[in-house]
């Protein structure tokens, strides 16, 4: 079988929209959650988020919400975003990320709408999860080193923005390439074949300018 990872920020409406079809999979192959700091990825690629950009921030919120309202998910965005998702992550990568807890922090936020970022929601969100002190478990240096270590594991295998569905070496990033995952995985030889397999060494035609 083959080794898939998930990687996923609760910041990320994308991961929300995303994860009803990484718990089907879950439910057929072995599936290792993977919280990892979105900002710290695009920082290292030089990206900037879809919220960063004032033109593009409500236009995604919308997509956003007329995606899920189509699927029949429910959404709700917080009342503030961006927001700081640290202590979440954290909380997620001291309890190992199953499966089932990280969707209980994702419906606390995109389905309930609330702030982790905010001292008493960041409490509640504890409580949901059964953590007694969720502040000590989130400062804890061994919880701080872990998802240190997983957000440098994902940018070392390519990954460049959440969420990313990683199958071994094949990165399959956003809500909208899942089902380019699932197909590849039914057929390990697509991206291999015709003008996929083109696509590997297409050369670049022109780069733009960066400013200093």
Known sequence: MPEI???F???SPFSWLALPRVEALAARHAVAMRPVVFGAILSHWGGTGPAELPAKRVHTYRLCQFLAER????MRFPPRHPFA???ALRLLTALGAPIGVVRAAFEFVWAEGRDPSDPAEFAALGARLGIGDPVALAEAPATKAA???ATEEAIAA???GVPTLLVEETVFWGADA????????ADPGLLARGEMGRLAGLPVGVER???A
Do not use: N, T
């Open 71 to 74: 699927e029949g998910l429910p």
């Open 178 to 185: 899942m089902p380019m995952a699932e197909a590849y995985l």
């Open 9 to 11: 920020d609760p910041i």
């Open 209 to 211: 300018r960066r400013q």
């Open 147 to 149: 998802l240190r270590s």
């Open 5 to 7: 990872r998930w990687y």
């Open 85 to 87: 998702s640290l202590g």
């Open 158 to 160: 390519g990954v460049f």
